[in-house]
């Protein structure tokens, strides 16, 4: 899918809004937040019929008698879990599937391994808790999308120690929108094909003459993650330049910008598009069906199947 730029001036052309100042017209944040509108109503659109999509995998260690752990920040509004396992030595052969218990169900004071897992607000609580450390859980969940942003700066040095991001400096030839990327306290840093590089980087101050950047001691980032020179910096904890959704829903993120923009104006052609907007929500959640024919087998949730 093309870029959130690209898609903002589209929109202005389809609704006559390409004339515009700091202090008349629509501004691009107006936009960036309709398309932003139509990337979150079609997720929810199609998780609402396809629960297994957009799912990603993440691990956490367990600690000793600990019995909270926090799920990951991009989990889909902080609690869509569709599996959990866990694994008593961290060795990936050792892993079974936790069973999802009630909250009367809770074991107090009791530690070994876990059992079955519950689930309070944005957290995972063991049952019981762990005797020991060095154990690992192993969280399936729904992950909600990266928020689209604009292109804020552009990174021209970077130095990286360990998980510590040593210095970061961005480009003061090009613009850099240092009230934007502070607007939230994170910044995430994308490449030139808005891939999500780096993410949930709390930044303090950005000095726009040397391009320096203070970032908040004590982060760091995640395994696999990183930054080079070129890549892009944009508002927010997990933002993304391109949508990631599928190209072919592109046309109704589009659509919905301008929707929103003809309505806002009282025009006409509002209630029409509202009824292209129904008729594409319904494409596009369909086509998100497994085509797979294939007659699924019973799934089995008894590891004991699997021991001789």
């Not at 998780?47 to 909270?68: G, K, M, N, R, Y």
Request: glycine share 4%; charged share 25%; aromatic share 8%.
């Amino acid at each position: 899918m093309r870029r959130v730029e690209l898609l903002i001036d589209q929109c202005r052309r389809s609704t006559d809004n390409q004339d515009f100042t700091d202090t008349t017209g629509i501004q691009d944040e107006e936009f960036l937040q309709y398309l932003n509108d139509a990337q979150e109503r079609l997720q929810a659109l199609i998780l609402q019929q396809h629960p297994d999509q957009f799912l990603v995998e993440t691990e956490i260690p367990s600690v000793a008698q600990q019995e909270a752990y926090t799920l990951p920040q991009d989990a889909y509004i902080s609690s869509r879990v569709k599996e959990v396992w866990y694994s008593h030595s961290g060795n990936p052969n050792n892993y079974y599937r936790l069973k999802k218990g009630a909250l009367a169900e809770r074991v107090d004071g009791i530690s070994s391994e876990p059992c079955f897992y519950l689930r309070r607000n944005n957290k995972l609580l063991l049952q019981p808790r762990p005797q020991s450390s060095g154990g690992l859980l192993r969280v399936l969940y729904q992950q909600r999308l990266p928020k689209l942003d604009k292109r804020r700066a552009v990174v021209s040095a970077v130095t990286l120690t360990g998980n510590e991001i040593t210095s970061l400096t961005f480009d003061p030839t090009e613009n850099i929108d240092d009230e934007a990327l502070l607007e939230e306290g994170y910044i995430s840093i994308v490449d030139k094909y808005g891939n999500v590089q780096m993410r949930f980087i709390p930044v303090t101050a950005i000095d726009t003459t040397t391009g320096v950047v203070t970032i908040e001691p004590g982060f760091e980032f995640e395994d696999g993650e990183e930054i080079e020179v070129g890549d892009y910096a944009l508002r927010g904890t997990f933002s993304s330049s391109h949508s990631q959704l599928p190209e072919t829903t592109e046309r109704y993120l589009l659509k919905y910008g301008q929707w929103v923009v003809l309505k806002r104006d009282s025009n006409d052609e509002s209630q029409e598009s509202n009824q292209e907007l129904k008729e594409m929500e319904a494409e596009i959640v369909s086509s998100f069906a497994d085509p797979d024919d294939s007659v699924p087998l019973i799934p089995i949730t008894d590891d004991q199947w699997f021991i001789d």
